[in-house]
């Protein structure tokens, strides 16, 4: 299982799926909600909300994610 590169926390997929979309679609190190969010100066409610528009959108990154992961 993947950490978080700044704090180590234990990642979900969706947090993988994030860093991939919002940093570096290549990326190799990923970031935690909480993480990503102090990066980009919002809340881990509006990282829930644009995952889900990814989803919503059909972005591959995301539409494999399980509902409650979201």
């Given at each position: 299982?993947?950490?978080?590169?700044?704090c180590s926390r234990e990642l979900k997929s969706v947090e993988?799926?994030?860093?991939?979309?919002?940093?570096?679609?290549g990326a190799t190190e990923f970031l935690c909600k909480t993480?990503?969010?102090?990066?980009?100066?919002?809340?881990?409610?509006?990282?829930?909300e644009k995952a889900r528009e990814f989803r919503d959108m059909g972005c591959l990154l995301f539409t494999e994610l399980p509902e409650g992961e979201l």
């Amino acid at each position: 299982m993947s950490r978080c590169s700044e704090c180590s926390r234990e990642l979900k997929s969706v947090e993988i799926a994030l860093t991939k979309k919002l940093v570096n679609r290549g990326a190799t190190e990923f970031l935690c909600k909480t993480c990503l969010a102090g990066r980009f100066r919002v809340s881990e409610g509006t990282l829930d909300e644009k995952a889900r528009e990814f989803r919503d959108m059909g972005c591959l990154l995301f539409t494999e994610l399980p509902e409650g992961e979201l």
